[in-house]
């Protein structure tokens, strides 16, 4: 059956500027920031851990991963708006799967990093202008249906695998070093602040790269405090890092899920929205 015109213009308009009760994902805060540097750092020492501390190896534990992720996104999609918990764990776990899909590619096929990260930007581009000449909006605020969140996560998957690939490119390949590689994509993100804070750039677009480099600061992090003093790390090994970084996310999870202080529902009833 042909799709009504007006109906078909509705579902493209973007959300409207105040947020709602159905979107899926929360207000950006400081906490959204801190527990997404906590799970970028977690991905990378956790799929470190799984795949050799506890020596599952690369196959196993993308399959056990994956299985997991998908087990708990279709609970995220399942709900009828934000509950912290449930996005948050599909926030690491699909930090872990974007560090294997990189970790397959480099570790498993030899690919160079260079092309992963060439790789997974093209289609990070890709799935934000599909997204956008689809729905007619990139905003997280219009992350209200099905169809927008399936956006959303895909972009979120390839943000993590791009962010791995880039970070190892530039700590290990170009032998720079961690430490100076979490200083380089701070001082990068720092950038984007100023640009977003200082001369008003477009809300959105500057999310979505500090979202981006949030990814490779968590992975250099990770693997500054994991890596062997010997290797330019801080030597806590991937056991007590990804222990470390997995407390503290659940912390401030629990703080979240009890003070909705970053719930969509508040925001909306209070008429206030983060610009992205």
Do not use: C
Request: aromatic share 8%; net charge neutral.
């Amino acid at each position: 059956m042909t799709q009504n015109p007006a109906e078909d213009a509705t579902a493209r308009r973007p959300s409207t500027t105040l947020r709602t009760a159905a979107s899926k994902v929360p207000e950006v805060t400081a906490f959204f920031w801190i527990v997404k540097v906590l799970a970028t750092t977690v991905g990378e020492t956790a799929a470190d851990y799984l795949n050799e501390t506890l020596g599952l190896g690369l196959t196993l534990t993308s399959l056990v991963m994956t299985v997991l992720l998908v087990v708990v996104l279709v609970a995220q999609f399942r709900t009828r708006g934000y509950r912290p918990p449930v996005y948050w764990l599909a926030v690491v776990l699909i930090s872990v799967v974007g560090t294997l899909l990189t970790d397959n590619l480099t570790d498993g096929l030899g690919v160079p990093l260079g092309v992963s990260t060439a790789v997974f930007a093209v289609l990070l581009t890709a799935t934000f202008l599909t997204w956008h000449r689809v729905e007619g909006t990139l905003s997280i605020h219009a992350v209200d249906s099905p169809r927008r969140e399936a956006f959303y996560w895909l972009a979120i998957l390839f943000t993590f695998a791009l962010g791995t690939a880039a970070g190892d490119l530039v700590a290990e390949a170009s032998g720079i070093g961690y430490l100076p590689s979490v200083l380089l994509f701070a001082a990068a993100i720092a950038v984007v602040a100023v640009l977003r804070f200082g001369v008003r750039a477009d809300a959105v677009a500057t999310f979505w790269a500090a979202y981006v480099l949030t990814r490779p600061l968590g992975a250099s992090l990770g693997d500054l405090l994991s890596q062997d003093r010997a290797d330019g790390g801080l030597g806590w090994g991937t056991t007590l890092t990804s222990l470390a970084f997995l407390v503290a996310i659940l912390l401030v999870v629990v703080h979240l899920a009890v003070s909705g202080v970053d719930s969509p529902d508040r925001v909306a009833r209070r008429g206030r929205r983060s610009p992205a």
